[in-house]
């Protein structure tokens, strides 16, 4: 449908970051911003505009799937790497041709992350979403550079606060090197004997600090945000994606740092991609618009402007990337080309094991029992290890 | 306490308008017009009883034949399954139409199992809303992200925001509440009769009680659950008692009188009250108005509730149910007062319905122009039988008078024609023989002469 300036209406269902909060006023914050960027596309793009609808990451299949079927579907789609892979598996989705000039545009790292098994791009990336440490300034003057230094400043009476899971914990994988352990049990090769014992060492790790007070362990995102708003928690692992909620509560209060390293390395954080994949219902011309504005947002002007306006993502773009790194906090700063690669195997095990649900519950099951119960680190170690390697 | 508009109510419907639009986006797409293009062919056919001509046959009942039009638009999604074109639209329209075209069928199923279920109830109450709600619920979830519709901030209301989300859900609880209130007031009623004793009469307005009770807290919990809170409902009554002082004096002055009149047990369901001079029933005490059966001629009556708080009302079951009643007759001078007393006394004692106690008795009330006349007071248990026990009464009366021989004087009138100027013959009768009419005085033309009826 035209409007009388000419323009065209594009359907984009979104995926929210804010997965894990089951409340009233779930997408309040995405609602924000979302609406800020139709009002800063419409000055760009007049030709083009955008209707977002925001869906639960959960439901964003099936609800695409009756809207497809339908011909209602989306002209765009946003979610992350994993998702818009499978959704181009279920057929929700249309692969998408980058010309090399565009593909130029966009880190190579992040363009594999899209890619199926024949070659083709699920989604073109947009910006990607980093794993930091949020803090909060009148508590704590600095982050903790290590893992050390987060246990003395726990002794201290400050709060320290993570989530259960292996995506959220992953970061801390790096600091030990137990990330070997894992990639080779899900590849089915043999863990040596070295990269067991540091898999060893991360739960023990997980275990001692589960027994300290002011380590607390809580088992979602939204959950621990809460607590740390609300002055309950001093620091905690937290989301790019999610920073302004913190920013809107904490102000110029809120710091933001890069996760804390190990003695043997650093910390290994998560990244996640946003993906702008194409819906298969457009017509000629929402196709032909859908297009051009993929094309708009990896452009060095666009990725700079929205990566700098929100402070929420990292620029894809790897020019834009130089431009903004000194001028966002020291936790996006840090971020680069080469870091990009570094955490890649994290992403790959964190969206293998995403895949499978079961596997997933599996694990998590695994990591509760050695952070609230009594499972010991040796056998926590040996049975995620068959579990990853079973796959199931 | 002052409080501006703005607080008040503030609504911004642009993001509904916005989202509706932008549905109009789907109509740029070759698939979803081909789609809605053959849903209305499909209509219109069936509109003008095309499709059912075909089948026309009477083996297959009217109910059957109506579901040709949803089964083609099924069919049809089918074969646009097969040739890989978009088919949820033609599969939508289609179970949305069996779906309402399927309420008259499992009506007859429903009633052929059970000839007593209520299923025109069962089906305005809760099938077709619930069939409503579920149809639009599934429409926006094809059109969009029902969360994202549902948390579109749409009007702020007492300084908290009202998603669209929200005020469906509280429609929906709102008539929820409504409709099924009945059942927990009557369960409360029951047992309040089991436990309390109290006695089935008083158990319906107690029903009534409890019914608007549930109402009351199934509205402000809908209210605390949409986010209005404290602060807001004193808004709220500052709101209402200007409101009250101008617009809505009566409606409230009578939902009042009708919560008053239940705790003062006088008109509640079942009461008998003299409205004008009818005896009348009382069937349902509402939130405005009562509603009255009277037994004249069976015409309801609707009557404000604050009429029966301000204004008297004669009633028969206040404390209780018996009424007296009274039949007058008249019988000749010649019969012995004493006899006639008796007979009366025992004619009403012998109907079925004439209560023992309080006693019959009969009086002799006047020494009329014709007749000495009688009054026979008996009471009846039910005052809406008064009237029929009454008349009764008379045809015994006029039975066992007739067999005794005692005569009902009554005044009788007889019609002649005069002439005139009279004859000498005519103007002697009428003067009762012998009397001379004056020169110049002209007699009526008719004369009356009253007669006992024995001479008659």
Sequence with gaps: MTDNQGSIVLKVAQASNENEQHSNDRFKTERKITRNFQQQLKEMQPGIKLHPSIYPEESLEKALKVQTNSGLGPDLVIADSNQALSLLALGLTDPIKLTEERQNLINPAALERVKTANGSLAGQPVSQYLQLACFDKRKLKKAPETLKALSEASGTGKVFGMVTNLQDLYWSLGSFGAGEALTASLTGQKVTVAAHERLIQWMRWLKASSYQQNIVFLRNQAALRKAFMEGDMQWISCWSSQLPQLREKLKDHLGIAPLPSGDFGRATPITRLQVWALGKNSSRRQRAESLNLLDFMVQPWAQKTYALKYRTGFPVNPAAAMIVSKQLPPGFSKFSEEENKRVSRGDAIVSAIDAKPRLKKGIQSTLNELIFDGLSPEKAATELETQMKAKR | ?456
């Design chain 2, 1 to 456: 306490m002052t409080l501006s508009m703005s607080y008040l109510i503030t609504i911004n419907p642009g993001a509904i308008f916005n989202e509706l639009l932008s549905w109009l986006a789907y109509l740029n797409r070759g698939t979803v017009l081909l789609q809605l293009f053959l849903v209305g062919i499909v209509m219109v056919a069936e509109q003008r009883g095309a499709l059912r001509r075909r089948v026309e046959h009477r083996l297959v009942p009217e109910y059957i034949r109506v579901l040709i039009g949803p089964l083609l638009l099924l069919i049809s999604s089918g074969l646009f399954l097969l040739v890989g074109l978009p088919w949820g639209l033609l599969r939508y329209f289609g179970l949305l139409w069996l779906g309402w075209m399927s309420f008259t069928p499992l009506k007859t199923l429903i009633l052929s199992i059970n000839k007593k279920f209520p299923v025109d109830e069962l089906e305005s109450t809760f099938l077709r809303p619930v069939y409503i709600i579920v149809a639009i619920m599934s429409f926006i979830r094809l059109m969009g992200s029902t969360e994202n519709l549902s948390q579109t901030p749409i009007a702020i209301l007492f300084g908290v925001e009202l998603t669209l989300g929200r005020i469906y859900l509280a429609i929906i609880a709102v008539y929820v509440i409504m409709t099924l209130s009945s059942r927990p007031a009557t369960f409360l009623a029951w047992l309040s009769g089991v436990l309390f004793g109290v006695r089935p009469r008083n158990r319906r307005g107690l029903e009534l009680l409890f019914r608007y009770s549930v109402i009351i807290i199934g509205i402000i919990g809908v209210a605390y659950f949409i986010g209005i809170d404290g602060t807001a409902f004193i808004a709220i009554a500052g709101g209402l008692s200007v409101g009250i002082g101008f617009g809505i004096k009566e409606i409230i002055s009578n939902f009042i009188s009708s919560i008053w009149l239940l705790f003062e047990g006088s008109v509640r369901p079942g009461e008998i009250l003299m409205i004008n001079g009818d005896p009348c029933t009382v069937r349902k005490l509402g939130l405005r108005a009562t509603q009255l059966r009277r037994g004249r001629d069976g015409a309801e009556l609707l009557i404000p509730n604050q009429i029966f708080f301000t204004q008297e009302a004669t009633s028969f079951t206040a404390t209780e149910t018996s009424r007296r009643d009274s039949v007058v007759v008249g019988a000749a001078y010649e019969h012995d007062p004493d006899i006639i007393v008796e007979l009366l006394k025992t004619i009403a004692k012998e109907h079925k319905k004439v209560l023992e106690y309080p006693p019959v008795n009969a009086f002799v009330i006047d020494f009329a122009d014709s007749s000495i006349n009688y009054k026979v007071l008996f009471w009846v248990s039910n005052p809406l039988e008064a009237f029929e026990v009454g008349s009764d009464i008379r045809r015994t009366i006029w039975k066992q008078f007739e067999k005794k021989g005692i005569t009902i004087p009554f005044p009788q009138r007889q019609v002649y024609p005069m002439e005139w100027p009279p004859s000498l013959q005519q103007s002697l009768h009428s003067t009762g023989g012998g009397g001379v009419v004056p020169q110049g005085i002209q007699p009526e033309l008719t004369g009356s002469d009253e007669k006992p009826h024995g001479e008659a």
